[in-house]
């Protein structure tokens, strides 16, 4: 019995490298953190069951889902902080909204990112958890934080419900990519051919002043800044696709050129 529990420990490690070296092989090539990646069955039947947008997609895009998900997993630290208490679902919904957004891209991966760190609930821009102004449900962290972002877990999974419109997790992650050239400024050049900018502009400043005057469906946060547009409507993109190209025709075809490249 002791010789079998060995050698099903083997197995499991042999099955979790081969998997390691063929994401790295086919994604990306960022530094392992993280040996403890479940297999692709596992990975697959979390997918099935939470995310809507796996479900979407042919089989054969599914598997190279499980690849960004499992390399994701093994190249950036998940850490469950301030109490909560996060599972091994939760850390492959984490992964998957950063698979989402960039999942059209042959090479990808997130190089300014080495943690995501798990808050139980709301926080504040100090990040403390038991502030009577904590209302921040994720963040991209700056200065001591820098390469880092925070999550609530509440709201994590709320995100994945099946019924949901937005998504503050996948929100987090555009983020992270508009930041990647320099400026959180909504165009993200990381992403954005030269021959949208001028188009995504006027698309989003004329929804921006909608937004602003009340004339928009759009979620208000939405017309904060161009950065907080680019989030919000990426929520609806990837969340809520027919109801966003019904709704808003023109917007819903830019941002099908942004993140559908092939």
Do not use: C
């Amino acid at each position: 019995m002791e010789y079998n529990a060995v050698y099903v420990t083997i197995a499991i490690l042999l099955v979790g490298v081969a998997l390691i070296w063929y994401v790295f092989k086919n994604v990306g090539n960022k530094k392992v953190v993280e040996r403890d990646v479940p297999d692709r069955k596992e990975l697959d039947s979390i997918l099935r069951e939470h995310v809507d947008f796996f479900d979407r997609l042919d089989e054969k895009a599914q598997q190279v889902f499980v690849d960004r998900v499992a390399y994701f997993l093994a190249t950036t630290k998940i850490s469950a902080e301030k109490g909560a208490q996060v599972g091994e679902v939760d850390k492959v919904l984490v992964a998957a909204s950063a698979t989402i957004p960039l999942f059209h891209f042959d090479k990808w991966s997130y190089e300014n990112l080495d943690e995501v760190i798990i808050y139980p609930g709301t926080f504040d821009e100090k990040y403390d958890v038991a502030s009577t102004d904590k209302n921040i449900l994720g963040m991209v962290g700056d200065g001591v934080m820098n390469r880092k972002m925070i999550l609530s877990l509440a709201s994590l999974r709320a995100g994945f419900a099946h019924s949901s419109s937005s998504n503050t997790a996948i929100h987090e992650f555009v983020h992270l990519i508009d930041k990647a050239d320099g400026d959180t400024d909504g165009v993200p050049d990381y992403l954005i051919p030269k021959s949208l900018v001028e188009p995504w502009l006027h698309e989003m400043h004329k929804n921006i002043t909608l937004i602003r005057h009340d004339q928009s469906d759009i979620r208000d946060y939405a017309g904060t800044n161009p950065a907080e547009f680019l989030a919000v409507v990426s929520e609806y993109f990837f969340q809520k696709p027919t109801f966003l190209q019904q709704d808003h025709p023109d917007l819903y075809a830019l941002l099908d050129k942004i993140y559908n490249q092939k």
